[in-house]
């Protein structure tokens, strides 16, 4: 755990290929040792684990807490829980009132706030479309849950769209990437966008960690989604400058 928050903290804003690397051997190592547990070694360590991340999360938003120890815990335990192999017990363990109230809440804020089109459904552009110069209205962010559904047979609700307009808005905001737009075509803007983009899903990943979890697991759901959002970041950014 120090040996991968090491590495995490010392350049987690752009880290390298080599990095990247070197953190997922890290995490492999742990999650070779979970997978030679028994099943109920592996449903109460897991559970553990969940219950101390979200409890640490909640409480980290209420007082200072200076314990760099569970500081580095935290933050390795949510990518090592993203890797561990489902279990029987994954989808039933019980978790506090508090992160149930969150959960509540971002589906509350959510209602009538996201409002999805209605009309006749769109094409579905693949990841090989990249490029090609389609017009903003064909590839619309706001309907990207209903393909993602449509394709991928999942059963995300309009609040789960939030999840991608906060990484686009996030996106949006990154100064180097308004860069690379102002100096790119769509087509060359993608290598560094795609750069960027495992990063920007690790810092939204509290807010669904059912959506992150398929993100990094399922590659055809991953290029579907990254190309929506280069597409709205790319966008935005060139029209928030030309109206300026």
């Not at 995490?8 to 080599?18: D, I, K, V």
């Not at 949510?78 to 978790?95: C, E, I, S």
């Amino acid at each position: 755990m120090s040996a991968w928050c090491e590495i995490w903290f010392r350049n987690r804003l752009n880290p390298t290929g080599g990095e990247h690397k070197k953190l997922n051997s890290l995490i492999d190592l742990a999650v070779e040792r979970f997978k030679k547990l028994s099943e109920e070694d592996q449903a109460l360590f897991k559970g553990q684990l969940v219950s101390f991340r979200n409890l640490y999360g909640f409480v980290a938003q209420i007082i200072p807490y200076q314990d760099s120890d569970h500081e580095k815990l935290y933050t390795y335990s949510r990518f090592l829980l993203t890797k561990l192999p489902y279990t029987a017990d994954t989808r039933t363990v019980q978790v506090d009132d508090e992160v149930e109230l969150k959960y509540y809440r971002l589906q509350k804020i959510s209602e009538g706030a996201i409002d999805l089109k209605v009309g006749e459904p769109e094409a579905l552009y693949g990841p090989t479309e990249v490029g090609t110069g389609q017009a903003e209205e064909e590839v619309q962010l706001s309907t990207l849950v209903d393909k993602l559904n449509e394709r991928f047979g999942t059963e995300f609700t309009p609040a789960d769209q939030l999840f991608f307009d906060q990484v686009k808005e996030t996106a949006v905001a990154n100064e180097q990437l308004r860069q690379a737009v102002m100096a790119n075509s769509l087509e060359n803007f993608e290598p560094v966008f795609n750069k960027q983009l495992e990063n920007l899903f690790v810092e939204r990943m509290d807010g669904n960690e059912d959506i992150f979890i398929r993100l990094m697991n399922d590659e055809s759901f991953r290029n579907i989604a990254s190309q929506y959002l280069m597409r709205a970041v790319y966008n935005q950014v060139k029209t928030s400058v030309e109206t300026q």
